[in-house]
């Protein structure tokens, strides 16, 4: 498995820009599709982005199309989220994931440990 640290996070006022970064561990990171994760107090864990081994497959929920975008750098073992136009319902923690590329939860086998975003009104 990989290890993933996540940074980034923040408190930013709505309309703000935040660029989230999940660092990985380990030579096999260009063998891994990666995602983006958010959970909110007393909420499911939901998929936000995800990106696949090769970066040429991307996906973006509905709530964040058009504002958020995935991408990632093998060179860096790393994997990114821009996240722009931010809404204080975009206020959760956020967690980086690795494993194969799906909307599924249950399909990403490592996790960081999150990383607070707080959108203020």
């Known amino acids: 498995q990989v290890q993933l640290v996540e940074s980034g996070g923040g408190l930013v006022q709505a309309g703000d820009s935040l660029r989230l970064s999940c660092a990985a561990s380990?030579?096999?990171?260009?063998?891994?599709?990666m995602a983006w994760f958010r959970q909110a107090p007393g909420k499911e864990r939901d998929l936000v982005a995800a990106?696949?081994?090769?970066?040429?497959?991307?996906y973006c929920a509905d709530s964040v199309k058009g504002r958020f975008t995935i991408s990632r750098d093998d060179a860096k073992s790393t994997v990114y989220l821009q996240m722009n136009s931010l809404k204080p319902e975009d206020t959760a923690v956020y967690y980086c994931?690795?494993?194969?590329?799906?909307?599924?939860?249950?399909?990403?086998?490592?996790w960081g440990q999150g990383t607070q975003v707080t959108v203020s009104s």
């Open positions: 380990g030579r096999t990171f260009n063998t891994y599709s």
């Open positions: 994931a690795a494993g194969r590329y799906s909307t599924l939860v249950e399909n990403y086998k490592s």
């Open positions: 990106i696949d081994w090769t970066g040429s497959r991307t």
